[in-house]
């Protein structure tokens, strides 16, 4: 078994910053690509960041020189420094990683349950 487990969300005023981390733990032979995404109410999902395994990232341009992905491939984690939130923000975050499990030949994408992300003005 896999999980990926959020943290971070909160609820922020316009202008300020949250640092949202997800953790992969289980049954874990490698991860590849991890990133971000987030819906908000009415909205379809969106991709907000990714990052390989060796630190290329990509963003959506929406958050472009205000969110910065990384992360910490020994702790399996992947981290997602949000600042200068604005009213297009709110949303619930998810993360995602391609992992592949131990004892396993394929690669698989696995999902975290998601952490909200609200900015008042």
């Known amino acids: 078994q896999v999980r990926l487990v959020e943290s971070g969300g909160d609820l922020v005023q316009a202008g300020g910053s949250l640092r949202l981390s997800c953790t992969a733990s289980g049954n874990i032979l490698s991860i590849s690509d991890m990133g971000w995404h987030r819906r908000a109410p009415g909205k379809q999902r969106e991709l907000v960041a990714s990052?390989?395994?060796?630190?290329?990232?990509h963003y959506a341009d929406s958050v472009k020189g205000r969110f910065t992905i990384s992360r910490d491939n020994a702790k399996n984690t992947v981290y997602l420094q949000m600042n200068t939130l604005n009213a297009e923000d709110p949303a619930v975050y998810s993360c995602n990683a391609r992992i592949l499990q131990l004892g396993m030949y394929a690669i698989s994408d696995y999902w975290g349950q998601g952490t909200q992300v609200t900015v008042s003005s």
């Open positions: 990052i390989t395994r060796g630190g290329d990232t």
